[in-house]
C-alpha cells in the first residue's frame, strides 16, 4: 500500500487549521477498520459511529438497519484530531483512513486534481514525483473500496439484523487473509 509520508515541511497541511478534520464525516472501508484497529488494538466499536448512509446500496445492514460505517467525531471534529504545539494534527497520521491520506484530491478525466469542493485553503502543486506517489495512493484507496463493496454486499445477503461486532471481525478477518494472499 502506498504511504504519504515524505511531505516534510513543504506540505501545505503543515501550520493549516485542519478544517477538513473538523468539518466533514470520515467513511470509512473495511481496510481503514483494520489498520487503525490493529495499530491501536482497540475494538473497532470503539471508534466507529453509525450513520444514515448516503446510498443503501453500499450501506451495511447492522443491528436495527443499513447503516454507513465512519469514525467517531466530538461535535463533528475527528476523535483523534489532537492539539500539539498549539496546532491541531491527526493522533493516527501514519495509519489514518483512505479518505484522508488522498485529501483534498481527486481523479477527474483521468487526470489527478484537487477537490473542487473542499476546505482546504492550499491549492496545491504538487512536483511530478509527489503527483505520481499521490496517484498510486488514490488507485489503492480505491481498491480498498472495492473490496469493502464485495465484503458488504456478501454480508448483507446473510441475516437480516447483525451486531457491528460481529461485522467488524467478519470484515477483519477478510482484510486479513487478503493481506495474507497479497504478501
Known sequence: MAQFHNLSNRAPCIGCHTNCCMDFVVYLNSHD????????KVPPESFIQLYQPEDKDSAVRVDDGLYDLALKDDNGTCNFLKREDGQFRCG?????????RTYPFEVRRGKFVQIVKKVCPVDWRLPKY??????????????????????????????????LSSFTNFANSRVEISLQNSA
Not at 473490496?147 to 437480516?160: A, T
Open 130 to 163: 509527489l503527483e505520481e506517489q499521490m496517484s498510486s495512493m488514490y488507485d489503492s484507496h480505491y481498491k480498498e473500496w472495492d473490496f469493502y463493496q464485495e465484503l458488504v454486499e456478501e454480508w448483507n445477503k446473510g441475516q437480516k439484523d447483525r451486531s
Open 92 to 100: 493516527i497520521q501514519s495509519f489514518k483512513p483512505g479518505i484522508c
Open 33 to 40: 477498520i483494520h489498520r487503525i484497529s490493529t495499530n491501536l
